[in-house]
């Protein structure tokens, strides 16, 4: 099976950077897509930021202010956010999107989220 473990979330007031870090993790061949995905209490989960390695696409509410990075070797990439704003505040969920293991059909994984907060 497939992990996708990340890291890099916590509290952090406006104005200020965070970088979240997104692993995966297992008998990986190949995938198409990575990204990240946020979601309020009370809201919608909603796209942040998606890389199939040669595109990225934002969500227009953070363009200019995040970056994802490209996805390595390793199967990780990173959102590095800079002048988060408190309607930042979400969970934070990294997505794998058609990942090829051996005898199993393209899947979708999610990892399990990271708390962003963006308090003063």
């Known amino acids: 099976q497939v992990q996708l473990v990340e890291s890099g979330g916590g509290l952090v007031q406006p104005g200020g950077s965070l970088t979240l870090s997104c692993a995966a993790s297992?008998?990986?061949?190949?995938?198409?897509?990575m990204g990240w995905y946020r979601q309020a209490p009370g809201k919608q989960r909603e796209l942040v930021a998606t890389?199939?390695?040669?595109?990225?696409n934002y969500a227009d509410a953070v363009k200019g202010r995040f970056t994802i990075s490209n996805i390595n070797a390793n199967n990780s990439m990173y959102l590095q956010m800079n002048s988060l704003k408190p309607e930042d505040t979400a969970v934070y969920y990294c997505?794998?999107?058609?990942?090829?293991?051996?005898?199993?059909?393209?899947?979708?994984?999610w990892g399990q989220g990271t708390q962003v907060t963006v308090s003063s």
């Open positions: 890389t199939n390695g040669e595109t990225a």
């Open positions: 297992g008998r990986i061949l190949r995938l198409y897509a």
């Open positions: 997505y794998a999107e058609k990942v090829l293991i051996p005898m199993h059909p393209f899947t979708d994984y």
